[in-house]
Nanobody, 127 residues
Framework: QVQLVESGGGLVQPGGSQRLACATS????????IAWFRQAPGKERQGVSC???????SYSKDSVKDRFTISRDNPNTIYLQMDNLKPEDTGIYYC?????????????????????WGQGTQVAVSS
């Protein structure tokens, strides 16, 4: 019944912008960490940014803090605004939800905490 559906991926040139969306359904608990992970070619899956559904607190990894913004403008939709994209941002971006967790650096770093995952959307940053 739980569904996470990503959208907004595609090809973009370095320095460009892209906005991802994660549409959620069936998340009935009060508190989740909703996170974006990415899997770069030949690299391990890594947390990018997360947001707490209860209080809106968020955290992003250092390499994207000055370029990416996570938000929850709709109770059921989480966005990732990506600006000044770099080739190293290339990868498959996944939306994930960890039940009964707040978004913190340790929670973002532990993919095993996340109960639900979307299918992913490809982001390719190339000239």
């Amino acid at each position: 019944q739980v569904q996470l559906v990503e959208s907004g991926g595609g090809l973009v040139q370095p320095g460009g912008s892209q906005r991802l969306a994660c549409a959620t359904s069936g998340l009935t608990s009060k508190a989740y960490s909703i996170a974006w992970f990415r899997q770069a070619p030949g690299k391990e899956r890594q947390g990018v940014s997360c947001i707490s559904t209860e209080d809106g607190s968020s955290y992003s990894k250092d390499s994207v803090k000055d370029r990416f913004t996570i938000s929850r403008d709709n109770p059921n939709t989480i966005y990732l605004q990506m600006d000044n994209l770099k080739p190293e941002d290339t990868g498959i971006y996944y939306c994930a939800a960890a039940e009964n967790y707040y978004c913190t650096a340790p929670v973002l770093s532990d993919a095993g905490l996340y109960d639900y995952w979307g299918q992913g959307t490809q982001v390719a940053v190339s000239s």
